[in-house]
Every structure is written in C-alpha cells, then in structure tokens.
C-alpha cells in the first residue's frame, strides 16, 4: 500500500527559485498537513486542509502556499526560497481529523530541502 | 500554550537492554498523547497512544502510561532489539485545533 507519498526525496534550490514540493495520498483521507522539521526541532505545522478546496494556515506558513483541488493532492509551493527554508518537510493525512484521540496522522517519508 | 519536551538524544544501547525514553508535557485541559517512531529513510508512524490518565498504550513491546500528575508519557520497552533504531517523538494532540505538537525527537541506536 502506497499510503502518503512525497516528491522529490531530495532538493538543493538556489535563493530565489521557486519550486512545489509534491503530496499525494491513496486513503482517501480527507484532513492533511504540511509539517517542517528544523535540525534538533519538533516538527511544525505549515498548512493544514480540513477537505478539498479548504486550507488553512498552521504555525509556520510565511513563504509557504498550498491549495487542494482534490481530495488525494496536496502539493506545498515556495515562491522565493530563502536559506530560512532549508529543512525537512513531511506530508501527513488523518482519516477524521479533529482533536484528541482521533488525530492520528499518517506520514510521508519526507522532502529533504536545501536552500543555498 | 501546548509544548512537549523529551530527552536528549542519541541514546546508545546494547540489545536486550532496558529503554526509557522521557517525555514531559505542557497542555490545557486533557490532551490524547502519542508517540511516533521514524524508521531510517520512512515517514513517521503512529508506535502507541492514550487518550486519558492512567491509560496505558502498548505496542511491539513498546509501553506508555498517561500520567496527569507529573505531566508525563515516558517510553519504555523490556528488551530493545537491533531493529528498533529509529528517532523516537512524543507528540500531543490538545482538545482544540489541528495540530500535533511535537518534542524533538529522540535517536535510538541498539548495538549488537
């Protein structure tokens, strides 16, 4: 099973460039997420979408655009990449969403980012 | 607001050996805590959960009791095996919102 795939694996981006960073998901999950994870940091939430055609900012959103034309889509764009940007970022999708107990969140494997 | 805080990293153990990994948190009102567990080159995967105090999450081996006095979800597993390296979180789950709050993570490596 497939579960929340993320691409590319890796990425080196100038300053400036711009670039969409890919996530798709086969479980037909409505709630996802766009996280970033500092060296020696938790992770932070950038995004989140409650269902198609519905996002919201997270913790962290500044330099950060994301949109969800479909229920299994969720890409994350960086418009001017700035050193700041460089991290690892995870895709996550929920089957309920909501608080508590029934926030569990399923993982990509990651989008490893360097902005130089 | 909402904060978890675990212990430093990495931890090195021999296999066999007896894990306890800590994890405090900050949070109103009665959070649900988990924690997650990274598998070199995956994604983060759900490893146990509790939903109350005095709740017990169990999986693998693995255990975690929710404890509301001292604020604590701490990790623990009798016998560690080479197979379980991996970066370790504690994340919790407030009564409002989306999101899950993070600690930083915690690298085990297990040596034969």
């Known amino acids: 099973n497939a579960g929340v795939t993320q691409t590319p694996k890796f990425r080196i981006l100038k300053i400036g460039q711009s670039m969409t960073l890919q996530c798709t998901q086969d479980?037909?999950?409505?709630?996802m997420y766009w996280y970033r994870q500092d060296p020696g940091m938790g992770l932070k939430l950038i995004y989140y979408?409650?269902?198609?055609?519905?996002?919201d900012k997270g913790e962290v959103p500044n330099g950060y655009n994301v949109s969800r034309s479909t229920t299994e889509d969720f890409p994350l764009r960086l418009e001017l990449a700035a050193p700041s940007q460089t991290s690892v970022y995870f895709c996550?999708?929920?089957?309920?969403?909501?608080?508590?107990?029934?926030?569990?969140?399923?993982f990509g494997a990651g989008t490893r980012l360097s902005v130089l | 607001g909402n904060s978890v805080t675990q212990m430093e990293g990495p931890v090195t153990l021999s296999e066999e050996a007896f894990l306890t990994i800590n994890c405090t948190y900050t949070?109103?009102?009665?959070?649900?805590l988990f924690w997650y567990v990274q598998y070199p080159g995956e994604g983060l995967q759900l490893l146990l959960k509790?939903?109350?105090?005095?709740d017990k999450g169990s999986n693998k081996g693995f255990e975690a009791t929710y404890r509301k006095e001292t604020t604590s979800f701490h990790l623990e597993k009798g016998s560690v095996q080479v197979s379980d390296s991996a970066v370790y979180f504690c994340?919790?789950?407030?009564?409002?919102?989306?999101?899950?709050?993070f600690g930083k993570g915690t690298s085990l490596l297990v040596t034969p």
């Open positions: 996550a999708s929920s089957p309920t969403g909501g608080a508590g107990a029934k926030n569990i969140q399923y």
């Open positions: 479980m037909n999950h409505n709630y």
């Open positions: 979408s409650v269902g198609a055609g519905i996002t």
């Open positions: 949070a109103t009102g009665y959070p649900s």
């Open positions: 509790a939903t109350k105090a005095d």
């Open positions: 994340a919790l789950s407030p009564n409002s919102g989306y999101a899950l709050n």
